[in-house]
């Protein structure tokens, strides 16, 4: 189900009409909330510490990350008690700035109760036959699912909303089967992310190679 969203019927939202729509429903919105991201790479000039790590400072990014984030991350997960939230993060390898820098970001969330697990594209290979990517999808309950729309190099777009109910719980059962799949976050950042040289050092010298 989940390769075939984007040619299932949905309602188009614009950037502003996502947000307006997306919010009523996630205040109300009880069990779990699962999230699949597959782009390995977005755009995210309005996030201070994205800003920061894009300008190449990257102790100023994880101060943000430390400071203003986590206390916004902590904040809204205490005004959600009811709310599981469960995501799986597909990731290319070698890692962009991008994903490092997100991931990083995971450490915060994980911290505050979000469970996260990482999965390597080449395990989703079978799902993309045609090289189109998994997209970028968000459950609430039963009710709701939102596929996030980004062009190829990760600027927002806005979203498909989609409330049919049987396809609500297909492509939740299908992004649970990943994350059952999938290896728990700590493991991972542990091995292949907390080694790394800040990202756009890293990706400064991939370029002078």
Not at 37 to 50: C, D, G, K, T
Not at 183 to 195: D, G, L, N
């Amino acid at each position: 189900m989940l390769e075939r969203i984007s040619r299932l019927a949905g309602e188009r939202l614009g950037e502003d009409e996502y947000i307006d729509d997306f919010w009523p429903r996630f205040q109300r919105a009880r069990g779990v909330c699962w999230k699949l991201e597959r782009l390995p790479h977005f755009e995210s000039p309005e996030v201070p510490s994205w800003a920061a790590m894009a300008a190449g400072d990257w102790d100023r990014a994880v101060e943000l990350m430390e400071g203003p984030m986590r206390e916004a991350v902590r904040e809204d997960f205490a005004s959600h008690p009811g709310l599981r939230r469960r995501r799986v993060r597909v990731v290319e390898r070698p890692l962009t700035p991008y994903l490092q820098w997100e991931l990083n970001v995971f450490r915060i969330r994980v911290a505050e109760g979000e469970e996260i697990r990482i999965l390597d594209a080449a395990d989703v290979r079978d799902l993309e036959p045609d090289g189109r990517l998994l997209p970028e999808v968000i459950t609430l309950g039963e009710d709701v699912l939102y596929e996030v729309l980004y062009t190829d190099t990760g600027v927002y777009l806005g979203a498909r909303r989609i409330d049919d109910p049987a396809v609500v719980r297909a492509c939740a059962t299908e992004i649970a089967a990943l994350f059952d799949r999938a290896e728990e976050f700590s493991s991972y950042f542990t091995r292949e992310v907390a080694p790394l040289p800040p990202p756009i050092a890293a990706q400064r010298q991939a370029s002078q190679r």
